[in-house]
């Protein structure tokens, strides 16, 4: 028993520089790296997880959220629906049809992708004010591998790769907190620029994920719920595969959703992603072609970083 620090590795560059620290200061035994994979990231996350275990000489630990047990619940309560038994949600907005409901049941059954399955489960996809997947796929997962290592007996500080600058729900985060007995926070870049930590990987000669250099601002999901406009074009643009799994995601929820109009990207309407595609492509108000959005040269090195420069 004793002290174990737990890293949380995204696959970004905020984590791996994270993850180098904790390895220098701790070594590879008192340092456990964790990935919670939410089957929604693009491969290249999985193959720079790849690389830091080689380049780092370590294991990283995968963590998926598995949801079989609600899936057996929720099936139940539709096909209760289906035979004539009465809503489990009377005052919900949209009530099921017995046809629907029995539809609906069909189709509840783990599809083994975690994104996939809890937005099934949900009947729509996370939004940012129902930001469900950070919670289910991301701190759920993590949580509770650290919990059991606590349950063990150790005590647990966990290392998270948060920055300051990031955002201004980060802008007051602690360096180091207790979180409960025997489990710590600790964010040793809390300070840091994104560019001191492109250098400091730099410096020890670990790459950064290549995704930054495509023209993605983070590296996670492909694409996440708040993808920004640019982004969102060149998502399109350079990995239209995964605009065209989003499609087909989106198809399957809508058949397990009450109202069948559940979309993977919000916009204050039911626009479904091959549409806010399209608006991607607009200018400002969403109008007028930008007809350099068309342009983008999907090979070309775009990194909202300047890692290109
Ligand atoms: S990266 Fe985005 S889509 Fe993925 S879990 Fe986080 S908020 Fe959700």
Request: glycine share 8%; with cysteine; aromatic share 10%.
């Amino acid at each position: 028993m004793g002290i174990i620090h737990v890293v949380s590795v995204s696959g970004g560059k905020d984590s791996a520089a994270t993850l180098l620290l904790a390895l220098r200061r701790f070594g590879r035994h008192r340092v456990r790296a964790i990935f919670c994979d939410t089957g929604n990231e693009h491969q290249a996350v999985h193959d720079y997880l790849d690389y830091l275990e080689h380049t780092l000489d370590i294991t990283i630990h995968r963590l998926r959220a598995d949801f079989t047990d609600r899936f057996a619940v929720h099936r139940a309560r539709l096909e209760a629906i289906a035979a004539g038994g009465p809503d489990y949600h009377p005052t919900a907005k949209f009530q099921w049809t017995a046809e629907r409901a029995a539809q609906a049941a069909a189709l509840m059954h783990p599809t083994g992708n975690p994104f996939l399955d809890l937005c099934l489960l949900k009947g729509m996809f996370p939004s940012h004010g129902r930001q469900f997947c950070t919670e289910e796929l991301k701190r759920n997962p993590a949580v509770e591998y650290q919990i059991d290592l606590i349950d063990q007996g150790h005590t647990v500080v966990s290392w998270q790769g948060v920055r300051r600058d990031e955002s201004a729900r980060r802008r007051d985060v602690q360096r180091f907190e207790r979180i409960g007995p025997g489990f710590y926070a600790y964010r040793p870049i809390a300070d840091w620029t994104a560019d001191a930590v492109f250098g400091f990987l730099a410096q020890n000669g670990v790459e950064p994920n290549p995704l930054y250099l495509q023209g993605m601002d983070r590296v996670g999901c492909m694409p996440c719920i708040n993808v920004g406009k640019s982004e969102l074009r060149q998502i399109a643009a350079r990995f239209p595969e995964h605009i065209q799994r989003i499609a087909e995601w989106e198809k399957l929820v809508n058949e397990v959703s009450r109202s069948g109009k559940a979309s993977f990207l919000f916009s204050g309407g039911w626009e479904r992603i091959h549409e806010r595609v399209e608006w991607a492509k607009t200018s400002r108000g969403g109008r007028q072609y930008d007809l350099l959005a068309g342009l983008i040269e999907p090979t070309a090195c775009a990194s909202a970083y300047g890692l290109c420069e």
